[in-house]
């Protein structure tokens, strides 16, 4: 017999976050430059596996268009877990999170595990190349000029400036919320598997 737990989960956010990109991250280990938006909602399956067990998810990825919001409580109804997505380069996006995180502990089962993801952390990061916050401080000019890109501003050069949503602002809402809180990318898998693993550990076992 299957000994897997089933744990139902729903994806929330404003449109073009990236929610169907996490996941199709999570379940296929894929990632879609050209992502076509989710009509509806989609439904996908995934098994993650803790030390101690394994758990099924039901995921319910859905459709973050303001005319699709009144479908949201089919999907979250009922759910054991709850991943809302922003984009790290859209501020507006982190305000809609907040008012789906009102949502759900509002209306949602009461012990729902909610995880806060900001996902596109791609485009924040500095290339590989350049110096990590290992590097001794007294070198950073140098450091900067030795690793930015000559030339036209690429992405690379622009980096951190995409950034809209600061990690520590993100971070004490969550907190002050009751939230996982992660930082991700669906492009790189920055992040992904950590998401369902952390909700995982904290689903009650029965
Ligand atoms: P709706 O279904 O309309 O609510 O959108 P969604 O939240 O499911 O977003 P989707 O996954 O369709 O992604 C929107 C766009 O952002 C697509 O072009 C994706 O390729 C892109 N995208 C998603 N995640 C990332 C990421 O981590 N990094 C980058 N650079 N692009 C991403
Ligand atoms: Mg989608």
Known sequence: ADRSVQVKLVLLGE????K?????RFVSNEFQPNKEPTIGAA?????????DRVLRYEIWDTAGQERFHSLAPMYYRNAQ?????YDVTKASSLEKAKTWVKELQRQANPNIVIALAGNKIDLVQPSPSSSSSISSPDTEDEADDA?????ESGAEAEGENLRQVPRDEAEAYAQEAGLLFFETSAKTGEGIVEIFTEIAKKIPID
């Open 15 to 18: 449109a073009a976050v990236g």
């Open 81 to 85: 877990a709850a991943v809302v997505v």
């Open 20 to 24: 169907s990109s996490v996941v199709l």
């Open 147 to 151: 690793t930015a890109t000559p030339g």
């Open 43 to 51: 439904f996908l399956t995934q098994k993650c596996r803790l030390e």
